[in-house]
């Protein structure tokens, strides 16, 4: 039954509150990192204004197709009004500001099933404070799936700053793996055109080419917005937690300039694909144009021939026949000739 009812939360995206996964860090206590549900999590809230100095915290992660998930957040979480517009705004862009003595971030992340396409790119809102990390996301992403999986294998970010620190790493895990995706169906793409086979590479590095587009337009801001929070850090942000958010933050952007550079490169072989295919063109229109002009004699020929009016030259010659083919041939070996004396 309990298996049942774990699958069936699983498919829906979370329990009765639209919780997915909630877990109670405590460095102090035998288990540093602790599932917990909705019920317990609101429990814990209510009563977390006496455990100020314990060093606590809870990560909830939300799915927001949930009906009742932001409700509850409304009812047990307090969190900054920022933190709601920003929900509701719809604006993709990411951002990281403080809000009242909180960070609210937007950032972006690919699909758990994701399959190298635009489409395939998702917000997750962000709300951290020095007891509270919520996450809320409307369809599963990689980075938060690869953070959960860490926890549930033991790790326990000491402080709420690390634990967006972690999250921060492991987006830039995912586009590093992104980056060696389109690497590799790059140089396959590569290897190919130097062979000599195109079938569609144009329209598979445009595919690639606005993914990579679309994670640098939604992405590149983030950087230089982790930058500008960390001038002026909340004061419960520890400075060795801050000295890693730049660390992460500099990773990240390493990744966007090779993701950038990868664009470059998928520019130039759509350039040469393009320049290979109207060389092709060129070759192909060239044939045509032979063609058309090795026909041109026997077509006037055969016209002039067809007009069946009196005194039409060689009509009684016993040899005629053979005197207007000998004259066609003569005339189209001329034509070709010159045609490809001038291709030469």
């Given at each position: 039954?309990?298996?049942?009812?774990?699958?069936?939360?699983?498919?829906?995206?979370?329990?009765e509150?639209?919780?997915?996964?909630?877990?109670?860090?405590?460095?102090?206590?035998?288990?540093?990192?602790?599932?917990?549900?909705?019920?317990?999590?609101?429990?814990?809230?209510?009563?977390?204004?006496?455990?100020?100095?314990?060093?606590?915290?809870?990560?909830?992660?939300?799915?927001?197709?949930?009906?009742?998930?932001?409700?509850?957040?409304?009812?047990?979480?307090?969190?900054?009004?920022?933190?709601?517009?920003?929900?509701?705004?719809?604006?993709?862009?990411?951002?990281?500001?403080?809000?009242?003595?909180?960070?609210?971030?937007?950032?972006?992340?690919?699909?758990f099933?994701?399959?190298?396409?635009?489409?395939?790119?998702?917000?997750?809102?962000?709300?951290?404070?020095?007891?509270?990390v919520?996450?809320?996301?409307?369809?599963?992403?990689?980075?938060?799936?690869?953070?959960?999986?860490?926890?549930?294998?033991?790790?326990?970010?000491?402080?709420?700053?690390?634990?967006?620190?972690?999250?921060?790493?492991?987006?830039?895990d995912?586009?590093?793996?992104?980056?060696?995706?389109?690497?590799s169906?790059?140089?396959?793409?590569?290897?190919?055109?130097l062979?000599?086979?195109?079938?569609?590479k144009?329209?598979?590095?445009?595919?690639?080419?606005?993914?990579?587009?679309?994670?640098?337009?939604?992405?590149?801001?983030?950087?230089?917005?982790?930058?500008?929070?960390?001038?002026?850090?909340?004061?419960?942000?520890?400075?060795?937690?801050?000295?890693?958010?730049?660390?992460?933050?500099?990773?990240?952007?390493?990744?966007?300039?090779?993701?950038?550079?990868?664009?470059?490169?998928?520019?130039?072989?759509?350039?040469?694909?393009?320049?290979?295919?109207?060389?092709?063109?060129?070759?192909?229109?060239f044939?045509?144009?032979?063609v058309?002009?090795?026909?041109?004699?026997?077509?006037i020929?055969?016209?002039?021939?067809?007009?069946?009016?009196?005194?039409?030259?060689?009509?009684?010659?016993?040899?005629?026949?053979?005197?207007?083919?000998?004259?066609?041939?003569?005339?189209?070996?001329?034509?070709?000739w010159?045609?490809?004396?001038?291709?030469?």
């Amino acid at each position: 039954m309990s298996v049942f009812h774990d699958l069936a939360a699983q498919s829906y995206g979370g329990d009765e509150a639209g919780l997915i996964c909630g877990y109670l860090f405590d460095a102090t206590a035998p288990e540093p990192a602790r599932a917990i549900d909705s019920a317990q999590a609101a429990a814990w809230l209510a009563d977390a204004s006496r455990r100020d100095d314990s060093g606590a915290y809870v990560w909830l992660h939300f799915n927001l197709s949930h009906a009742h998930a932001e409700r509850w957040l409304t009812r047990h979480a307090a969190l900054s009004d920022t933190f709601y517009e920003t929900l509701h705004e719809g604006l993709p862009s990411t951002r990281i500001e403080r809000a009242d003595d909180s960070l609210i971030a937007v950032i972006n992340d690919v699909h758990f099933e994701f399959s190298f396409e635009p489409s395939d790119i998702s917000t997750l809102w962000i709300s951290v404070g020095p007891r509270l990390v919520v996450t809320a996301r409307t369809k599963p992403l990689r980075s938060v799936d690869a953070l959960r999986t860490a926890v549930k294998a033991g790790e326990a970010p000491r402080s709420s700053t690390e634990l967006l620190e972690h999250l921060l790493r492991a987006q830039a895990d995912v586009l590093v793996k992104i980056v060696r995706g389109v690497t590799s169906r790059i140089d396959r793409i590569e290897d190919e055109l130097l062979a000599g086979r195109l079938d569609h590479k144009r329209a598979r590095l445009g595919v690639l080419r606005r993914l990579l587009v679309r994670l640098q337009r939604l992405l590149a801001p983030e950087p230089a917005a982790l930058f500008r929070l960390l001038q002026g850090p909340p004061a419960w942000m520890a400075e060795a937690d801050a000295q890693e958010l730049r660390g992460s933050t500099e990773e990240f952007s390493v990744v966007l300039r090779d993701m950038q550079a990868l664009q470059e490169r998928i520019k130039l072989l759509q350039e040469e694909i393009a320049a290979n295919v109207n060389e092709d063109n060129n070759r192909s229109l060239f044939v045509l144009t032979v063609v058309t002009v090795l026909a041109l004699p026997i077509n006037i020929l055969a016209g002039l021939f067809g007009m069946n009016v009196g005194g039409i030259p060689l009509a009684e010659h016993k040899h005629g026949f053979w005197i207007v083919v000998a004259i066609v041939l003569t005339f189209t070996a001329v034509a070709g000739w010159a045609a490809f004396r001038k291709k030469r």
